[in-house]
């Protein structure tokens, strides 16, 4: 049996050594050194250091462990009970532009379920974590959703995936039925932290397509302990994929389903 609170507290050191590691990089970037995933989709030396840093660490903690990374530096998780997911730059091209905000995340799973969540963020110092059970913190202090239960005071986090051809019309309908009828719109370029700004009752919602399991596991269980909801685009329970994911506190979770919803049929209205 795994000490899930023991062991969040080890993997809270590993985000925040993991956190500093990007600061001192960040000084001295080379930009040059960018290379294109895909279109608009970027990755940098730093992405690959930082991930080949943290897998190290995180298999002294769980050596029975496997990993799911982005950056895809050791061998990914297979049969093993254990799963690291980790993303050792979420929000790469804030990161490269000088930005906030990027962050560290990393959860651990079994084959069913998230177990423990951390999402470092580098620009505030800000540590979110959560073990299953044990409730969601900021910098060691609890964290709970917003209360807001009407969305023209809700604030709203948008992420615009990189497959425009197929999500564009799902986006600009979205937006065209929130524009005006909620209280903001925000794009921050990190889904990881936004989950969290969801979690600490910064924001009410966030929605996001063509994610990766590494974008949104320990975002999501930080969330879920802060009594907020996700779900995929219809209300479904694949959004740990991260192909579709909706987020918020709740309160406003069917009403921004249903602008999904509609944005999906092509209808733009807010009827």
């Not at 994610?211 to 999501?220: E, K, M, Y």
Request: one cysteine or more; a negative charge.
């Amino acid at each position: 049996m795994i000490d899930l609170e023991g062991l969040t507290s080890q993997v809270i050191d590993v985000a925040i050594s993991a956190g500093r590691f990007l600061k001192e990089q960040r000084a001295a970037f080379d930009r040059t050194a960018v290379q294109e995933k895909g279109p608009h989709d970027y990755v940098s030396y730093v992405d690959r250091m930082s991930e080949q840093r943290l897998v190290s660490q995180l298999g002294a903690l769980l050596p029975e462990a496997g990993f799911i990374t982005e950056e895809k530096t050791t061998r990914q998780c297979d049969e093993e009970e254990y799963c690291w997911v980790v993303d050792p730059l979420d929000g790469t091209t804030n990161f490269i532009h000088d930005m906030a905000p990027y962050c560290v995340s990393i959860a651990l799973r079994n084959r069913e379920e998230i177990l423990l969540g951390v999402v470092y963020e580098v620009c505030r110092a800000e540590c979110f974590s959560a073990y299953k059970g044990g409730g969601a913190f900021l910098n060691g202090q609890p964290i709970h959703v917003s209360a807001i239960a009407s969305m023209d005071q809700a604030q709203i986090l948008l992420g615009f995936p990189y497959d425009s051809a197929r999500f564009r019309p799902i986006i600009l309908g979205a937006i065209s039925q929130m524009y005006g009828a909620v209280g903001a719109e925000r794009l921050l370029g990190s889904a990881a932290v936004e989950l969290c700004y969801v979690a600490a009752g910064r924001a009410e919602g966030r929605i996001e397509g063509l994610l990766g399991p590494w974008d949104v596991a320990a975002g999501t269980l930080i969330l879920s302990e802060a009594g907020g909801v996700t779900t995929d685009f219809h209300g479904g329970d694949t959004y740990l994929t991260g192909r579709e994911v909706l987020a918020s506190n709740g309160h406003i979770h069917e009403p921004l389903m249903q602008i999904v919803g509609r944005a999906i049929e092509g209808d733009i209205s807010r009827s």
